[in-house]
T-cell receptor, first 112, second 112 residues
């Protein structure tokens, strides 16, 4: 699969702070997805992006599909304790197979 | 609408045994994907089934195999289990190969 670099690896922030994380790829993707995973559970889809330059919000979450098609970022505004979890980016290359390639995740800890 | 379901929740096997994991996709979804998530690691793509056919597989040995049934449910079989096969196995489904994937809660496989 394609290599996805997700950063930062972990974040430790206070409640109310804004959070930003990003993913970069050496290959062009035609889809970027952002998931959140709680311990012992499957990832839950947060935001899906299908077009270069697309900016999409889901409540306090905002994600963008980079114009180069090789990167994406996820912002969380005014973090709350339930934002704790691991956030994964995933991308799909425009080639046969259509499997998702996942980043290694960003672990987010929020203190009250 | 019911989400993706997986069974069993936990599975404990010994080295050399075989494991069978099951997945039921969201109603109306025809594609099923299998991923392996080893402790502390990201998701690694295993297999993709669509309309009963294996469409793609990740970089895993042939002892990882599976199938998709006419009702689109799927089974993952792991033969000759090795200690490093211990992981969370996640199943995801999508309505077609271009849409986002929705994950089940996973099966925790432990190989002793």
């Amino acid at each position: 699969g394609q290599q996805l670099n997700q950063s930062p690896q972990s974040m430790f922030i206070q409640e109310g702070e804004d959070v930003s994380m990003n993913c970069t790829s050496s290959s062009i993707f035609n889809t970027w997805l952002w998931y959140k995973q709680d311990p012992g559970e499957g990832p839950v889809l947060l935001i899906a992006l299908y077009k270069a330059g697309e900016l999409t919000s889901n409540g306090r979450l905002t994600a963008q599909f980079g114009i180069t098609r090789k990167d994406s970022f996820l912002n969380i505004s005014a973090s709350i304790p339930s934002d704790v979890g691991i956030y994964f980016c995933a991308g799909r290359v425009p080639s046969p197979g259509y499997a998702l390639n996942f980043g290694k995740g960003t672990s987010l800890l929020v203190t009250p | 609408e019911a989400g993706v379901t997986q069974s069993p929740t936990h599975l404990i096997k010994t080295r050399g045994q075989q494991a069978t994991l099951r997945c039921s996709p969201i109603s109306g979804h025809t594609s099923v994907y299998w991923y392996q998530q080893a402790l502390g690691l990201g998701l690694q793509f295993l297999l993709w089934y669509d309309e009963g056919e294996e469409r793609n597989r990740g970089n895993f040995p042939p002892r990882f195999s599976g199938r998709q049934f006419p009702n689109y449910s799927s089974e993952l079989n792991v033969n000759a289990l090795e200690l490093e096969d211990s992981a969370l196995y996640l199943c995801a489904s999508s309505s077609n190969t271009y849409n986002e994937q929705f994950f089940g809660p996973g099966t925790r496989l432990t190989v002793l």
